[in-house]
């Protein structure tokens, strides 16, 4: 990565200090900016071939793996919520797609074998308070969505779980939440 002689105000194009000051990306330092701001805004972070990765703890879906990646014109943030539905694809597509409309900053996408991620292309340089704001974005996408692209995508094997647990005195503590689906 070529040096960048541009201070954060043109980098980022911030009109204030504070704003220069927070903002940072690829185009003021790259991976050794962004993981100075992740560190100053208590953020726990690894960094792995020129990206940060953040892990998110969540509920529902028990911790998202956030990939940051800056590079010089953009930082982009992929995160693996789901592997490929087993069922009702179409149902699930849809249903991403229409929930793309009220996300900020990220998107629901597939790969080439159907895993579902949310992914975003952003500015290089970020201040703290919309770095915080697009983790947020992710953590409440993907596990307030979790349990809700499952329903769609899995609902013959979670029913097929329900019962095995049933038929054998098993625990239904983590299925709890799809008890609509066992028809009970």
């Given at each position: 990565?070529?040096?960048?002689?541009?201070?954060?105000?043109?980098?980022?194009?911030?009109?204030?200090?504070?704003?220069?000051?927070?903002?940072?990306?690829?185009?003021?330092?790259?991976?050794?900016?962004?993981?100075?701001?992740?560190?100053?805004?208590?953020?726990?972070?690894?960094?792995?071939?020129?990206?940060?990765?953040?892990?998110?703890?969540?509920?529902?879906?028990?911790?998202?793996?956030?990939?940051?990646?800056?590079?010089?014109?953009?930082l982009r943030i992929e995160a693996f919520v789901c592997r490929n539905p087993?069922?009702?694809?179409?149902?699930?597509?849809?249903?991403?797609?229409?929930?793309?409309?009220?996300?900020?900053?990220?998107?629901?996408t597939v790969d080439a074998q159907g895993d579902?991620?949310?992914?975003?292309?952003?500015?290089?340089?970020?201040?703290?308070?919309?770095?915080?704001?697009?983790?947020?974005?992710?953590?409440?996408?993907?596990?307030?969505?979790?349990?809700?692209?499952?329903?769609?995508?899995?609902?013959?094997?979670?029913?097929?779980?329900?019962?095995?647990?049933?038929?054998?005195?098993?625990?239904?503590?983590?299925?709890?939440?799809?008890?609509?689906?066992?028809?009970?």
């Amino acid at each position: 990565m070529a040096d960048e002689t541009t201070d954060a105000t043109g980098a980022t194009g911030a009109t204030n200090a504070t704003n220069a000051t927070n903002a940072t990306g690829a185009a003021a330092g790259g991976l050794a900016a962004l993981t100075a701001q992740l560190e100053r805004m208590g953020v726990e972070h690894k960094t792995a071939e020129g990206s940060a990765i953040v892990v998110l703890p969540g509920t529902r879906k028990l911790k998202t793996v956030c990939l940051l990646a800056p590079a010089p014109d953009s930082l982009r943030i992929e995160a693996f919520v789901c592997r490929n539905p087993e069922e009702n694809h179409a149902g699930v597509h849809e249903w991403l797609l229409q929930r793309n409309r009220r996300l900020f900053g990220i998107a629901y996408t597939v790969d080439a074998q159907g895993d579902i991620y949310l992914v975003g292309q952003l500015p290089p340089s970020l201040a703290d308070e919309d770095l915080d704001r697009l983790l947020g974005q992710v953590l409440e996408a993907s596990d307030g969505d979790f349990n809700k692209i499952l329903e769609r995508g899995f609902a013959s094997s979670i029913k097929k779980e329900w019962e095995w647990r049933v038929d054998r005195g098993e625990s239904l503590a983590n299925l709890e939440q799809f008890r609509h689906l066992a028809g009970e």
